[in-house]
Each structure stands twice: as structure tokens, then as C-alpha cells.
């Protein structure tokens, strides 16, 4: 598409349209939420359908303004904004997603996930680790910015440090997304979730330690 902020809007506002074309034929009562064990601990009205699409336009009004920030910040050219923007592609992507899976569950009145062949635990992860490795491909290209990046007290110290700090957070960010896709097709139930929040702590502190190290060996 040449233009993607009218895939970005699409995105945006499609949870919206297909929830409102679907709350028709959904139950009045819905699963509302999932214990660790992947159970109904909690029954809601279907109109609560709506909470996810309005946080996905909610998301997707933030991620416009962070990216016209990013282009004020950016003297020459729009190479940040456009970064930002195709971030906000793919959480609305991933939003989609999620509210596709959840109009199903509330559809078919899901009791136990573990019912479903499709593991919403497993579907995070793999989503997750496509996220990670598009936006790792193209992190290296940001330029220097106090909004978005790999972003430290060391990393902001010149562009020399900025540039190889940014590098490697999107190696960083590569090699995470090929490990919680190995996890998303191996692993099931909250275990998934477990190795998702171990991944991306451990790429955080890895990350934050680099540009500690590039920075003194900067001088």
C-alpha cells in the first residue's frame, strides 16, 4: 500500500467494525476474563466486546501522535516518523489479532482454552516475536532522538555510541523474536507468557548493559 497511514487507520478502527457487525449474534453472556489455568473466572455482558477495539483505537491514537512528535524532532528528512508509524502497524496488527481470537472464544462461549487448538498463550508469542524481528530489521535506522530507540543515558552520549547502541538493539530484538517464535510453536498455556516476560527482561537488561559498554569504550 503507498500510502500506510490509510492501512494504519484500517487497522485502527477494524476491531471497531467487525465487533459492532458481530455483537448481533453474540451471546448476552460472554467469557469476561481467563485464570492462569485457563478457565471462565468471570462472565460479562457482550457489550464488554467493545473494551479491546476501543483500547486498539485508543493505542493507535497514541502511536499518531508519538509519530508527529518523532517528525517535529527530526530536522532532516522523516526516517523516525516513519519507524514509529510502521511500529504502530504492527501493534494494530497484533491487536487485530487478539480481538479476532477473543470474538471467537466469546462466540463459541469458550470455557477451558485449553479446548481451543489455537493457543492464545502460544499466539501471543508468536505474534510477539514477529513484532520483535520487523522492528529489530529496522531500528538501526533511527536516527538520534529523545522519544524512541534504544534510548540511555550512555547510548545518547554522541552519535558514534547512538548508532552501534541502536545496532545492536535491533540484533537484540532479532534474535528475542526467534526465540519466543521457537517458544510460541513448542510451548503452551502460561508457561508461554512466563518465557515471553523472561525473554524480554533479559533483552532489556542485555540491551541497557551494551550501551554502558559503548559508551566507555567511547571515552
Not at 52 to 64: H, I, K
Not at 68 to 78: C, L, S, T, W
Not at 195 to 205: G, Q, R, S
Request: with cysteine; proline share 3%; aromatic share 10%.
Amino acid at each position: 500500500m503507498k500510502n500506510p497511514k490509510i492501512l494504519y487507520l484500517i487497522l485502527m478502527f477494524l476491531p471497531l467494525a467487525v465487533t459492532a457487525v458481530m455483537i448481533g449474534i453474540l451471546p448476552d453472556q460472554i467469557p469476561a476474563h481467563y485464570g492462569f489455568d485457563g478457565q471462565v473466572d468471570r462472565w460479562g455482558s457482550k457489550y464488554e466486546s467493545f473494551i479491546f477495539p476501543v483500547m486498539t483505537a485508543a493505542m493507535g491514537a497514541f502511536m499518531l501522535w508519538m509519530t508527529r512528535i518523532a517528525a517535529r524532532q527530526e530536522k532532516d528528512g522523516k526516517n523516525n516518523a516513519r519507524v514509529v508509524l510502521m511500529t504502530g502497524i504492527l501493534l494494530l496488527i497484533w491487536f487485530n489479532v487478539m480481538n479476532g481470537y477473543t470474538l471467537y472464544t466469546s462466540f463459541a462461549r469458550v470455557e477451558d482454552l485449553s479446548a481451543v487448538k489455537l493457543d492464545m498463550n502460544s499466539l501471543a508469542c508468536l505474534i510477539t516475536g514477529l513484532l520483535l524481528i520487523l522492528v529489530g530489521n529496522v531500528m538501526p535506522k533511527l536516527r538520534m532522538n529523545s522519544l524512541i530507540g534504544l534510548r540511555t543515558s550512555w547510548s545518547m552520549k554522541n552519535e558514534t555510541v547512538w548508532k552501534k547502541s541502536q545496532r545492536f538493539g535491533g540484533i537484540s530484538l532479532i534474535v528475542s523474536g526467534l526465540l519466543l517464535l521457537a517458544v510460541g510453536i513448542w510451548v503452551r498455556g502460561m508457561a508461554g507468557i512466563l518465557w515471553l516476560l523472561a525473554i524480554l527482561t533479559a533483552d532489556l537488561v542485555v540491551c541497557v548493559y551494551y550501551t554502558y559498554r559503548a559508551a566507555r569504550a567511547d571515552g
